[in-house]
């Protein structure tokens, strides 16, 4: 029996869902979406009685929701791509 199942894989041929191209995409989504959430954080204060205004920063309002965006646009591309 068991050796039924493997002859029957082999005929089949086994395919990967993703190639290596969505991988790669797949790799750069989460990196862009790291740094994104690295540039988002800080720009507290220690004291809540003080305002910092470092928290209104260009890098948390534009750049990293931008990168965040990217990020989650590339894993899309990466799960929905296919090679032809």
């Known amino acids: 029996m068991e050796n039924k199942i493997e ?7 086994l395919q990967m869902t993703f190639g290596l191209v969505n991988y790669i995409l797949m790799a750069a989504g989460i990196l ?15 004291d809540p009685n003080v305002f910092n ?24 591309v990466a799960i929905m791509y296919k090679k032809k």
């Open 7 to 13: 002859n029957k894989n082999d005929e089949q041929g």
């Open 32 to 46: 862009l979406l790291a740094i994104g959430y690295i540039l988002l954080s800080g720009g507290g204060s220690d």
């Open 53 to 76: 205004p470092a928290m209104f920063d260009v890098r948390r309002l534009y750049v990293a929701p931008i990168l965040i965006v990217l990020g989650f646009v590339v894993e899309i």
